[in-house]
């Protein structure tokens, strides 16, 4: 973590108000002190969440609102708070911020993704810290990262960095969610992300948060499949950043699996939801994964969904689990007419023929 260069830091609400929802002005001055320590000599990219707390609280509200218009409405007043405070804070160091307000549509349209990641590299570049969030104001269900730990996964991966580190407002992953167990502990280190791990993992334990442990175990897993180094620790506590940049053993360390993911594959694997699914037989997974080749139409037994040639779908196997994801170069109504075919029947077949694969090897990303 010494030597990590580009940093993602993912700050959630919690460690940014009081548990009542209201803004801890004395953390956020404290956190942004560290942030300031943690963007010398390094590329930084902030991850912030807060926006629909500070709404909440500068429109009066009683509580978080439930209903989407409500949350679009508390986010577009919070955010220019929000961003009020980081910039009057990295002012005081003669810094500059910047804003990007992201959905998920963003990243899912490979081209706009690479426009993001352009800005991106240009404003680390100018030495200018990005502050992102999701632009909930215009974020509808299908539209969404839904939290903030998916979208700072995605950027840590879409900008190749080092490391990434989620502030909450607990120490790490404990082994049940601390908040109603006691006795639980704390796991300094992670090396596979499991499923067992995921149980462990709850969702939120306050009114505030959005995903709790569960979102950033696996934002932590995607990121580290990245190639990029995460930690979780806390937020609330000052301090807790330096220490991980500074190679002490605090929060829970998420190594990353060996070798760091084309940037293609990784945006096929992480940032795109799937349209579709194609259930292959055990011959096509074992292509698929041990051979390290395309998905061929005669290894697919049903699909299900409704999408178009280049949408992303999920390769499932025998036993239902998701283990690839791809472009596909046929829709579904042509991949249906030719699964289970060899290739040099889906001209006689179809009419026409794109490629003799299914998904073709460039275009697949094994999970
Ligand atoms: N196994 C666990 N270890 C640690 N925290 C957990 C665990 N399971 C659930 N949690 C809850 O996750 C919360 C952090 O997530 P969240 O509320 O979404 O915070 P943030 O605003 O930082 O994203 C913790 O406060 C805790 O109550
Ligand atoms: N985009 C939302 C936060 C979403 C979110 O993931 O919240 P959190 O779990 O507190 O990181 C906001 O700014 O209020």
């Known amino acids: ?40 000599g390094r590329e930084l990219v902030v991850v912030s969440s807060g926006a629909i707390a500070l709404g909440v609280e500068r429109l009066g509200l009683p509580a978080r609102p439930k209903d989407i218009p409500g949350k679009q409405a508390c986010a577009a007043v919070g955010q220019s708070r929000l961003m009020r405070a980081y910039e009057e804070a990295f002012d ?19 081209r706009r993704y690479l426009n993001v990641k352009h800005a991106l590299e240009h404003l680390l570049e100018a030495q200018v810290v990005p502050i992102i969030n999701e632009n909930d104001t215009v974020s509808v269900d299908e539209l969404k990262f839904g939290d903030n730990d998916t979208l700072a996964g995605l950027v840590a991966g879409g900008v190749e960095a080092d490391a990434l580190i989620i502030l ?14 006691p ?12 499923p067992e ?12 948060g959005t995903g709790g442990m569960t979102t950033k ?15 979780i620790t806390s937020g609330a506590v000052p301090g807790r950043l330096r220490s991980v940049l500074s190679g002490e053993p605090v929060g829970t360390l998420f190594e990353s699996s060996g070798s760091r993911r084309s940037a293609r594959t990784a945006w096929i694997a992480h940032a795109l939801k799937p349209k579709g699914r194609l259930l292959v037989d055990a011959g096509a997974r074992e292509a698929v994964t041990a051979g390290k080749r395309s998905l061929l139409p005669s290894g697919i037994r049903s699909v299900e969904g409704d999408f178009g040639r280049g949408d992303p779908v999920d390769l499932v196997d025998a036993q239902g689990q998701v283990f690839a994801r791809g472009l596909s170069a046929y829709d579904d109504g042509e991949l249906r007419r030719i699964a289970g075919l060899k290739s040099s029947d889906i001209e006689s077949v179809l009419g026409y023929r794109y490629l003799d694969e299914a998904v073709h090897r460039d275009d697949l990303a094994v999970l």
């Open 1 to 40: 973590m010494r030597a990590a260069r580009r940093v993602v830091v993912k700050i959630g609400t919690n460690a940014l108000t009081h548990a009542t929802g209201r803004f801890n002005r004395a953390h956020f001055d404290a956190l942004s002190e560290d942030l300031l320590w943690a963007a010398q």
């Open 92 to 110: 005081r160091a003669n810094r500059r911020v910047a804003q990007l307000l992201l959905t998920h549509g963003d990243v899912q349209d490979r």
């Open 168 to 181: 909450s407002d607990v120490e790490g992953l404990f082994t049940a969610d601390p908040r109603k167990n």
């Open 183 to 194: 006795d639980a502990r704390m796991l300094p280190q992670v090396d596979a992300v499991t």
């Open 197 to 208: 791990l995921l149980a462990l993992a709850g969702g939120s334990g306050s009114q505030v």
């Open 217 to 231: 175990v696996r934002a932590a897993a995607r990121a580290a499949e990245s190639g990029v180094r995460c930690v």
